[in-house]
């Protein structure tokens, strides 16, 4: 079986983005799926970017030790790696979208809580510059939805 790529994308690939790839790639460990190989990006993400503590600490928590991440920037290659791309907001989708037009015609990006389903409030806000509070919400919220999205990757969809 061939490996499949899946990307999260959010702004500044620090925060949702960061969180959702290396949590993903936990719980696809936890549950033996080793057909996927997990990315972040974001579409103005900057090497300059620093992770936020908030980020590191509740990483850390997890058992999962992000210090050594740099923020990537999206671009065409990912586009055409990609067979999955969840991003956070409607914005990272219009901005792919705007920037490379052929994604549309994969069909292979959606908001994360848009793939999964999940009632109307569709995006994930971002945590920047937020309570510490704020940022475990919005990580519980991302994991909630890897949780479903787990769940249609073991039931073929």
């Not at 994308?9 to 549950?31: D, I, P, Y």
């Not at 937020?130 to 890897?146: D, G, P, W």
């Amino acid at each position: 079986m061939s490996m499949k790529n899946i990307f999260f994308v959010c702004t500044g690939n620090t925060c949702r983005s960061l969180m959702a790839a290396v949590l993903f790639e936990k719980m696809l460990k936890e549950e033996g799926i080793n057909s996927w190989q997990v990315c972040s990006a974001g579409v103005a993400a900057s090497s300059f970017f620093k992770v936020p503590f908030p980020v590191l600490y509740l990483m850390k928590e997890e058992g999962i030790d992000v210090s050594g991440h740099r923020s990537t920037p999206f671009d065409n290659e990912m586009l055409n790696k990609a067979d999955l791309i969840l991003v956070m907001e409607k914005r990272h989708k219009a901005k792919i979208l705007n920037q490379f037009p052929r994604a549309n015609e994969d069909n292979k990006i959606f908001l994360l809580k848009e793939f999964t389903q999940e009632g109307n409030d569709l995006e994930i806000a971002d945590p920047i510059g937020q309570s510490e509070k704020f940022y475990k919400s919005c990580m519980e919220e991302i994991k909630t939805s890897l949780k479903k999205v787990i769940q249609k990757i073991k039931d073929g969809k």
